[in-house]
């Protein structure tokens, strides 16, 4: 079975400041990790995506994020936040080789980042 | 442009009354999903289709209900909605599995489901 930890419930940060937040995952088998943004009362918009190749992921919105395998890590990064970025960051997985109808993502439980001007 | 359309976007409902969410799509994938997300929690899948075949989660209460009539469109009935049914309701897609983008899930803006 997959899992996904989001370790920050929260993160306050000031703008212009770099803001990183932590995504550990637990899987037996490879997977694709993802990272989406939620705005209030809003869908989910997928910030960005590792599937394979390059560990150092980028993208929308000056976001970037590094696989690491070893760590069973993807954490979120942005060298300078804006007070637009404020908004919960959701990290999920899900299992490539997992075939027919379901490619299910396993979501872990949000970090909201609140952007202080 | 491609989209994931949800309507309405907000719902107000009395305890016990029927109600029907609706979502629609633009991209012409195969596989649909309804997802609950109460507040300050994690998306939670419902179901989903891949084209006909409905598939649910197994910890999904029987008040819960989907149709999907054709490839576009798919509803979301709660038969008897209780105070804890109050929740955003998202509809996502995704490709059939093999496209570049499988795995990939497309939401729309939700629904946000208020129960008086």
């Known amino acids: 079975a997959q899992s996904v930890t989001q370790l920050d419930s929260q993160v306050p940060v000031f703008e212009e400041a770099p803001v990183e937040l932590r995504c550990n995952y637990s899987?037996?088998?490879?997977?694709?990790l993802f990272w989406y943004v939620q705005y209030p009362n809003q869908g989910l918009q997928l910030l960005l995506k590792?599937?394979?190749?390059?560990?150092l992921v980028k993208g929308i919105n000056g976001f970037e994020a590094e696989f690491n395998k070893s760590q069973t890590s993807f954490h979120l990064r942005k060298p300078s936040v804006h007070i637009s970025d404020t908004a919960e960051y959701f990290c999920?997985?899900?299992?490539?080789?997992?075939?027919?109808?379901?490619?299910?993502?396993?979501f872990g439980k949000g970090t909201k980042l609140s952007v202080k001007p | 442009d491609a989209m994931v359309i949800q309507n309405p976007r907000y719902q107000v409902t009395q305890f016990g009354k029927p109600v029907t969410l609706s979502c629609s799509q633009t991209?012409?994938?195969?596989?649909m999903y309804w997802y609950q997300q109460k507040s300050s929690q994690a998306p939670k899948l419902l179901f989903h289709?891949?084209?006909?075949?409905?598939?649910n989660e197994a910890d999904t209460p029987d008040n819960f209900q989907s149709r999907r009539p054709n490839t576009s469109f798919c509803f979301l009935d709660i038969r008897s909605p209780g105070l804890g049914d109050a929740a955003m309701y998202l509809c996502?897609?995704?490709?059939?599995?093999?496209?570049?983008?499988?795995?990939?899930?497309?939401f729309g803006p939700g629904t946000r489901l208020t129960v008086l």
């Open positions: 899987s037996s088998v490879s997977v694709y």
């Open positions: 999920a997985v899900s299992n490539p080789n997992y075939g027919g109808s379901q490619g299910n993502l396993i």
């Open positions: 996502a897609t995704t490709p059939t599995w093999g496209s570049t983008l499988y795995n990939e899930q497309f």
């Open positions: 590792y599937l394979s190749g390059s560990t």
């Open positions: 991209l012409n994938h195969n596989v």
């Open positions: 289709y891949y084209d006909k075949d409905f598939n």
